[in-house]
């Protein structure tokens, strides 16, 4: 049950964070938030930012790709969050592997 409210808080935490108009670092949700939701939401929600904002708000990612193509940081304990950017920097792909 405290499970589910903590879900819960966490969903309506972001919703409020996504309502921001813009894809600047100010209106990133925080990467612990991004854990409650469903991998098709979580893409949706970081699509537009770019690699600078994400590391500005996250801090350095866990692992990067070669060519500055992707990021890898972890999500949770058993969840990793992959983030795949276009040529201009921007997210345009994400998603949630288990290592």
């Known amino acids: 049950?405290?499970?589910?409210?903590?879900?819960?808080?966490?969903?309506?935490?972001l919703a409020?964070?996504?309502?921001?108009?813009?894809?600047?670092?100010?209106?990133?949700p925080p990467l612990g938030a991004?854990?409650?939701?469903?991998?098709?939401?979580?893409s949706e929600s970081l699509q537009g930012?770019?690699?600078?904002?994400?590391?500005?708000g996250w801090g350095e990612p866990e692992r990067s790709m070669d060519g500055g193509l992707g990021d890898?940081?972890?999500?949770d304990t058993e969840r990793e969050l992959t983030?795949?950017?276009?040529?201009?920097?921007?997210?345009f792909v994400t998603r949630v592997t288990r290592p």
Do not use: F, N, Q
Not at 1 to 11: E, N
Not at 49 to 56: A, F, G, T, V
Not at 72 to 75: E, F, P, Q
């Open 1 to 13: 049950m405290k499970r589910r409210i903590a879900s819960l808080l966490c969903a309506l935490l």
């Open 16 to 28: 409020a964070l996504l309502c921001g108009c813009g894809k600047s670092g100010s209106t990133l």
């Open 34 to 42: 991004l854990a409650a939701l469903p991998e098709s939401r979580l």
């Open 49 to 56: 930012y770019s690699r600078d904002s994400l590391i500005l």
């Open 72 to 75: 890898i940081w972890d999500l």
């Open 83 to 91: 983030v795949l950017y276009d040529e201009y920097g921007k997210v």
